[in-house]
């Protein structure tokens, strides 16, 4: 029989660590948006597909 104690501990830590893969995947998905976009500003001049606007 599995202690009701110990399964709640193993199950918030399962928890922790999904919610810190997905930031990790967030912040590498923004990064790669980040480098793309800055890549065409310095290539063409103008903001790519998806990329926010320049402004002044």
């Known amino acids: 029989m599995i202690d009701l104690g110990w ?3 193993v199950m ?3 928890a922790e660590a999904s919610a810190a893969v997905e930031r ?3 912040r ?3 990064n790669k948006l980040a ?3 800055i890549r065409t500003l310095y ?3 103008k903001p790519g597909e998806g990329c926010p ?3 002044p």
């Open 35 to 37: 480098d793309r976009c």
């Open 43 to 45: 290539e063409t001049g």
């Open 12 to 14: 918030q830590r399962l």
């Open 24 to 26: 990790g995947n967030n």
């Open 53 to 55: 606007p320049v402004t």
């Open 7 to 9: 399964l709640e501990v």
């Open 28 to 30: 590498a998905g923004g």
